[in-house]
């Protein structure tokens, strides 16, 4: 059971916008920043979302990132088959000193 | 470039030990803190412990508390990890990670291929 609820499963079809949820507590995402990780199927996590709505270098603006109170959300428009991959929020949990992660959301381009 | 490298996953029996390596390179290794995240197979990002660059704050997931010891060599750019007492449920591949930022506004911007290790009689 994660800290953090993401929900298990996503999907959308080429061009459309798809939104994945992270849900936590006032000891983690209430009081603290929440990053997103993309994983593609057998390779190691990246980071495309931190301190809730900034984007490294390289990741394209089709990635947004947005946090209200306890919950937190990713956005992607304009969806393309590379986008296919594992979603994973995370954030810093002060009352289990350690990061804590969601369960992840696997999405699916159709 | 930014490059983590790990090293030294297997097979152990349960109750065995296993010390993993993260070699990094790109970077003043001694200026960041440094985690360790793992994923059992089919399941989620877990994390584990950090280290901070200095080495004089130290962390773990009560998972791994009192069997798992993370520790560093700034002048061999090197982090390890000690796992004893080894469970099923510690297989995992296990990544080491680069932290940026300060604890409640941090995030793992580099991450390493990740080692397998299997907990298995």
């Known amino acids: 059971q994660s800290v953090l609820t993401q929900p298990p499963s996503a999907s959308g079809t080429p061009g459309q916008r798809v939104t994945i949820s992270c849900s936590g507590s006032?000891?983690?995402?209430?009081?603290?920043?929440v990053n997103w990780y993309q994983q593609p199927p057998g390779t190691a996590p990246r980071l495309l979302i931190y301190?809730?709505?900034q984007r490294p270098s390289g990741v394209p603006d089709r990635f947004s990132g947005s946090k209200s109170g306890t919950s937190a959300s990713l956005a992607i428009s304009g969806l393309l088959s590379e986008d296919e991959a594992d979603y994973y929020c995370?954030?810093?949990?002060?009352?289990?000193?350690?990061?804590?992660f969601g369960g992840g959301t696997k999405l699916t381009v159709l | 470039e930014v490059q983590l490298v790990e090293s030294g996953g297997g097979l152990v029996q349960p109750g065995g030990s296993l010390r993993l390596s993260c070699a990094g390179t790109?970077?003043?290794?001694?200026?960041?803190?440094i985690n360790w995240v793992r994923q059992a197979p089919g399941k989620g990002l877990e994390w584990v412990s950090c280290?901070?660059?200095?080495?004089?704050?130290?962390y773990y997931a009560d998972s791994v508390k009192g069997r798992f010891t993370i520790s560093r060599d700034n002048a061999k750019n090197s982090l390890s990890l000690q796992m004893n007492s080894l469970r099923d449920e510690d297989t995992a591949v296990y990544y080491c990670?680069?932290?940026?930022?300060?604890?409640?506004?941090?995030?793992?911007?580099?991450w390493g291929q990740g080692t397998v290790v299997t907990v298995s009689s």
């Open positions: 301190t809730n709505n």
């Open positions: 006032s000891s983690n995402i209430g009081s603290c920043a």
């Open positions: 995370a954030a810093w949990d002060d009352s289990l000193n350690g990061w804590v």
């Open positions: 990670a680069r932290v940026r930022g300060l604890l409640t506004d941090s995030w793992f911007d580099a």
């Open positions: 790109g970077f003043t290794f001694s200026a960041y803190t």
């Open positions: 280290i901070s660059g200095s080495t004089n704050v130290i």
